[in-house]
């Protein structure tokens, strides 16, 4: 289901209204952010949305795209030594939030929110990936130390017939 041209330039204008307005009005606390550029390299089950999958991740603005996150494990790695540095009776944290800003090229974006399992006394620094959730979509990012993603959405932007579907489709690739 394509939309008219018109409402794709409401939908684009609102969409990066929102985003200047994330990044440029709203103050944040946020002392260190990691931007990546990334690209798609394989994907799963996009094929069964009919057509070329390339024109797909194009529709969708996901064959190349940005993702920002709120911070980076070498933050959150120093922030645990201080704690430990000034309390010796300090638990560290197991788990860490973090916020992910996905851009896409059409101008959309997505916003999640991550988790990263690490516990500085247990795991290493490039153990183990920030697993995030889009919660009105439920779209899921996957990202490693290596940054590779695995981007898994059900794509229901194509149509009535989508929006009930509870199949995921995935993207794999790579991130610089």
């Keep these: 289901m394509r939309l008219n041209k018109k409402k794709q ?8 209204f ?27 089950g996009l094929s069964n949305l009919g057509g070329e999958h390339k024109e797909i991740l194009n529709y969708l603005g996901l064959s ?13 790695f120093r922030s645990e ?21 996905l851009s896409k090229s059409t101008g959309e974006f997505e916003s999640f929110e991550c988790t990263w399992l690490f516990n500085i006394n247990i795991s ?3 153990e183990k990936n920030f697993n995030c959730l889009e919660k009105k979509n439920k779209s899921m990012f996957s990202f490693d130390s290596d940054k590779n993603f695995v981007y898994s959405s059900r794509f229901n932007q194509f149509g009535k017939l989508r929006s009930k579907s509870k199949v995921y489709h995935s993207l794999f690739g790579s991130c610089r």
């Excluded at 190349?64 to 959150?76: A, D, L, M, T």
């Design 18 to 44: 929102i985003f200047f307005l994330m990044f440029f009005c709203i103050p944040y606390n946020l002392s260190s952010k990691q931007s990546f550029n990334c690209k798609t390299k394989k994907q799963s």
């Design 64 to 76: 190349n795209f940005k993702i920002k996150f709120s911070r980076s494990r070498e933050e959150i």
């Design 81 to 101: 030594s201080e704690y430990l540095k000034i309390n010796k009776h300090y638990i560290p944290k197991n788990s860490h939030f973090i916020e992910l800003l």
């Design 9 to 16: 330039k409401k939908i684009r204008f609102s969409n990066l």
């Design 124 to 126: 290493k620094i490039n």
